[in-house]
């Protein structure tokens, strides 16, 4: 891209998202589609998007160009934020400790817990029967 774009990922479950942040009118595209088109719920999705861009003020001044992969609709906003996040701090350092504050740098760690042997899933067993 131009050098005046900064580049970031954001990541959430299994979903992983590529965001590029570069000046302008404040347009987010998603997979060469516009939020509210990808996310077709949208209120709940675009406001986890925005999140970062209003809380520092700078909706209008980034356009943001996504692409993402993996996870549900909602594991991907949330990718799609932090990635955003991580951008914004890279394009200027000192939005740093508000975006840090509101809790939006730190990946979420949670994921899915793996089936074990022996066992219907992760923590669920096989009914048992004493007869």
């Keep these: 891209m131009a050098d005046n774009s900064f ?3 954001g990541k959430r479950k299994t979903a992983v998202a590529r965001v590029w ?4 009118s404040g347009k987010i ?3 060469k589609m ?3 088109e990808y996310f077709d719920a949208g209120n709940y999705s675009k406001a986890v998007v925005e999140k970062p861009l209003v809380l520092t003020d700078t909706q209008a001044k980034f356009d943001v160009m996504a692409t993402l992969r993996g996870g549900g609709k909602n594991a991907q906003a949330e990718a799609l934020r932090h990635g955003i996040t991580r951008a914004l701090t890279e394009a200027d350092p000192e939005l740093r400790t ?3 504050r509101a809790g939006l740098l730190t990946r979420d760690p949670r994921s899915k ?3 074990k042997y022996g066992q219907r899933g992760a923590r669920a ?3 048992f029967s004493k007869r």
Excluded: C, I
């Excluded at 942040?21 to 302008?24: A, D, E, H, S, V």
């Design 7 to 9: 580049y970031a990922t």
């Design 21 to 24: 942040l570069k000046p302008g």
């Design 29 to 31: 595209q998603v997979n």
């Design 34 to 36: 516009a939020v509210e």
């Design 98 to 100: 508000t975006l840090k």
């Design 113 to 115: 817990e793996r089936k």
């Design 125 to 127: 067993r096989f009914q």
